[in-house]
């Protein structure tokens, strides 16, 4: 983790270095990882929010390694990934590819793709490639990228030391499930996370992740009662090994939660709060 300094440019793999962002906090840790990968020229995944000087720290990291920005891919459209693109197309002319923005009103709404990126497609970035694959969950527009050597640019899909907040309507656990499984046994060596240090275990983390999640929602089963509950009530009994001043936050994972119960016909939603259907 002292590699973990804002502006400065650290090699994290082949044609890969890390940019920490300036944005530290409870929900950005450290703060946003930006990344340059590319061989003859790089591309700015993730450029973060807006912050000149993150901005200057970018520009500066590409002149001292000799090569163009052409390029800025990113991962999903949180107001802590994207928003930084347009300084950098500014100061560059680089293009912008990625996903679409949803309408949830969480969203970075400057976001424009030159490019909308979906599944399979293959990024060339200055001779190296990026495989693009759909990974809906944290939010439904996410994508994480596998590189030719088997790196994996996570964004918020995977972050290094926690575990990442599920918002419905746009977030979906069933989908982070499934998205989840989709990436174990594709090769994935080693992981570039949104926020963190570089995971160096793929898919132990991956099991890891599934299994916290699936006991997760166990619990929230088994600490659902025959009687409605409002959230504000299920999250004391459910996220009772979690401080009390983080409850606000759960709540948007413990419903992504019960949502995916209902969805499995073992949770339903009244007017007064959630309860079990069996």
């Not at 959230?231 to 949502?259: C, M, N, R, T, W």
Request: hydrophobic share 35%.
């Amino acid at each position: 983790m002292a590699s973990l300094i804002p502006g400065n440019p650290t090699p994290i793999g082949e044609h890969t270095w890390r940019v920490l962002g300036r944005n530290p906090g409870m929900m950005t840790g450290p703060g946003t990882n930006s990344y340059l990968y590319g061989r003859d020229a790089l591309t700015v995944i993730d450029p973060g929010p807006v912050d000149q000087e993150h901005l200057k720290a970018l520009l500066a990291a590409a002149r001292e390694l000799g090569k163009p920005i052409n390029q800025v891919i990113v991962t999903h459209t949180h107001r802590d990934h994207s928003p930084g693109a347009l300084a950098i197309v500014a100061a560059t002319g680089a293009r912008c590819l990625g996903p679409f923005v949803p309408d949830d009103g969480l969203q970075d709404e400057t976001w424009q793709a030159d490019q909308v990126l979906r599944e399979g497609d293959v990024v060339d970035c200055g001779g190296v490639g990026l495989s693009v694959i759909e990974t809906p969950g944290h939010v439904n527009n996410h994508l994480c990228y596998l590189t030719d050597e088997g790196l994996l640019f996570t964004g918020d899909h995977l972050i290094q030391g926690s575990t990442v907040v599920i918002a419905p309507p746009s977030g979906s656990m069933q989908a982070y499930f499934a998205s989840l499984k989709k990436l174990m046994g594709r090769g994935i060596t080693l992981m570039a996370p949104g926020h963190g240090d570089v995971i160096a275990n793929p898919d132990e983390s991956l099991a890891q992740t599934l299994a916290h999640r699936q006991k997760r929602e166990d619990k929230v089963y088994d600490k659902l009662p025959p009687s409605p509950s409002p959230l504000a009530e299920l999250v004391k009994a459910v996220y009772d090994d979690v401080p009390v001043f983080l409850h606000g936050v759960a709540q948007f994972s413990l419903h992504a939660h019960l949502i995916k119960l209902a969805e499995d016909g073992k949770a339903r939603e009244t007017e007064s709060g959630w309860q079990r259907s069996e």
